[in-house]
Structures are given as structure tokens and as C-alpha cells.
């Protein structure tokens, strides 16, 4: 049997992908289906979402952030990692906040909380529904106008291999007249 040639390189940047993403971490909502003790929740217009950290043996809220819509918080605990703090938050737990398109993040922010059977971690709904998040209108090229109060953007004529067709007004019919 003859060796397949380019099998090497696609096992190659197949494991590097799956390496990238395990160490990089793949911050979805349903985790990453491992048990890491990893979340992620997304906050939508219809579901705008508080996250509490508490710590359970005295019911304290430790830590509590509103997720702003179009956004996503991911947390992640450490068990055992915490070297300057004491007995009773013996954890770490790192987190962030980023848009909810993204999977890849390094959580940079962190602190320490207490072991895994004395925290809770509630996820709430905030009251008014819908929010949407804040619009900033932009340019073709994703620049930010200065002019916000410009809501609209000029129909470019369609193009067919550099070619403009017959039909530049875009997706509106045509008469013969």
C-alpha cells in the first residue's frame, strides 16, 4: 500500500487546532464538555443576564456582573492555586467578558473564592426586556461615521466579473418601458 503524500500535514494542523483550542480554551455556552469547572453564559435581548458568585457558608455575594447584551461572561475555578490567599478561599477563579462571537479568549481577570462545595454561582434574568444592545452606524469598511444620526448607506451598483449589469438599482424590478 502506497502512503498517502499530505496526510502528515493535515494530522499536523488538525492536532494544532484541537491543542489551540484546549489550551486557549473554547468559551461557548454549554462549556467544553469537559468537566473543567468552566461557564459560559450569553446575555440576548430577551434574556439579559446577571451572574453572582456567593459563598455559601454565610450566603455573601462575592462578585456580580450584568452581562451587556450581544456579550458573553466566561468563568472558569482553579482548585488549590491561590498561594497568597487563606484557608477559606483556597481558589481561583478567572474570568472575562467579550463579544458573543467569539470562542477563543484568555480570561485575564481573576481572584480568589472559596472551594467548590462552599460557592454558588446563580445566573438571574434582569428585568426590563427587550434590551438591545447600543448601535454605532458604520461605513462599508466597519469605520465608525461621525455623523450619527446617518442611518442609511447608498446602493452600490452589482457587478457581474467587473461588468455593471443592467439592473443597477439593486434587487428592485426592472420595466421595460
Not at 458573553?72 to 477563579?93: N, Q
Not at 454558588?120 to 448601535?135: F, G, I, T
Not at 469598511?141 to 461621525?146: A, E, I, K, S
Amino acid at each position: 500500500m502506497m502512503p498517502v503524500r499530505g496526510t502528515g500535514r493535515v494530522l499536523g494542523v488538525a492536532s494544532a487546532l484541537l491543542t489551540v483550542c484546549l489550551l486557549a480554551g473554547c468559551l461557548k455556552p454549554g462549556g467544553s464538555m469537559r468537566s473543567n469547572d468552566e461557564f459560559t453564559y450569553v446575555s440576548t435581548p430577551w434574556e439579559p443576564l446577571t451572574v453572582t458568585l456567593y459563598d455559601r457558608r454565610d450566603n455573601t455575594p462575592l462578585w456580580t456582573v450584568d452581562v451587556p447584551v450581544g456579550s458573553k461572561v466566561s468563568v472558569r475555578f482553579y482548585p488549590d492555586k491561590e498561594t497568597s490567599g487563606s484557608a477559606r478561599m483556597p481558589d481561583i477563579m478567572r474570568w472575562d467578558i467579550f463579544d458573543e462571537g467569539k470562542s477563543l479568549r484568555r480570561l485575564t481577570n481573576a481572584m480568589s473564592v472559596p472551594g467548590a462545595s462552599s460557592r454558588l454561582l446563580r445566573v438571574s434574568l434582569r428585568e426590563d426586556v427587550p434590551q438591545y444592545p447600543e448601535e454605532i452606524p458604520t461605513d462599508e469598511n466597519g469605520t465608525p461615521l461621525r455623523d450619527r444620526d446617518r442611518e442609511w448607506a447608498p446602493v452600490k451598483p452589482r457587478t457581474f466579473r467587473g461588468v455593471t449589469g443592467a439592473n443597477t438599482g439593486g434587487n428592485y424590478y426592472q420595466s421595460d418601458d
